[in-house]
């Protein structure tokens, strides 16, 4: 079941709705796995090859950073970076899960 009724119906709210929604969600994501590896920022900015600061943006909302850097990230974790398009419900069902009860994905040498 999608949660359309929290997606606004103006057109310009609902775009500036998903933009804060990804901005948190992107930011949680990556706050979780370093958190849960406990890694620094610092420790995590290196290992990805990003300075400290890109890692505190991107943990503060900020979502004008490169897929460069997201996909760095990725590797420093050695998860999936998964982008794609949705509907707004779905997307609404994402950004709720992903700040509820989320666990960190695995590493690949976790996984296997």
Known sequence: MTETAAVP????ERHAWMERKLAQAVAYQVWQLRVSRRWSQRQLAKKAGLSTQVIV???NGDLHVGTKSYM?????FDVAL???FASFGEFADFALAITGSWIAPVSYTEEA
């Open 82 to 84: 998964l982008i794609r």
């Open 72 to 76: 760095a990230i990725a590797n420093a």
């Open 9 to 12: 119906t103006d057109k310009e």
């Open 57 to 59: 943006r991107i943990e």
